[in-house]
């Protein structure tokens, strides 16, 4: 027993050290769970910052949580995901039907993702920033909280709710 609390205070405070470090947390640090894993428990085939070692200038949307199923991703803008390239070169539509999204981008520039409720940028927005993630949208943690209450969309989650996205300098 002893063993297993030593390992669970090593891996707390290497937790803790990685977010003292790099200034910030990642925006959804949960584990995966039964109903959000292939029934084999496997994520290795994932698109997934876990598998992803080094920032390479994408930002991807996947259908489940956890970087599974089918994805998305992208290098520059897009106002309508019903109709976006995956990774090997195939047409995929995501409009709407996003569960994990992040922000593989360069830092520097434009690195900050918004994305939209409706088509061609429109309606409210939330914001990533380069270097972070939404591994599991359906828990409704993240909204659209950007562009006013007035906006179709806003307080909405953003699971299974995404049509656009576009590249800025700052969240």
């Not at 959804?28 to 994520?43: E, H, I, K, L, R």
């Amino acid at each position: 027993m002893r063993g297993i609390n030593s390992v669970a205070v090593g891996l707390a405070i290497a937790g803790l050290a990685t977010v003292l470090t790099t200034g910030q947390a990642w925006a959804d640090d949960t584990a995966p769970t039964s109903s959000s894993v292939p029934a084999d428990g496997s994520t290795e085939n994932a698109v997934t910052p876990e598998n992803l070692t080094a920032a390479d200038g994408y930002f991807y949307a996947a259908e489940h949580p956890y970087g599974v199923g089918k994805y998305c991703r992208w290098a520059g803008n897009d106002d309508d995901w019903r109709d976006c390239k995956n990774g090997g070169g195939a047409w995929v539509n995501m409009g709407n039907q996003a569960s994990q999204m992040f922000n593989n981008g360069f830092p520097g520039g434009a690195d900050d993702v918004r994305v939209y409720y409706g088509l061609n940028y429109t309606g409210a927005w939330r914001c990533l920033a380069t270097g972070n993630h939404w591994d599991d949208l359906p828990l409704g943690r993240e909204t659209f909280n950007g562009g006013g209450s007035s906006k179709s969309g806003y307080g909405q989650s953003l699971n299974d709710n995404v049509m656009s996205h576009n590249w800025v300098t700052s969240c």
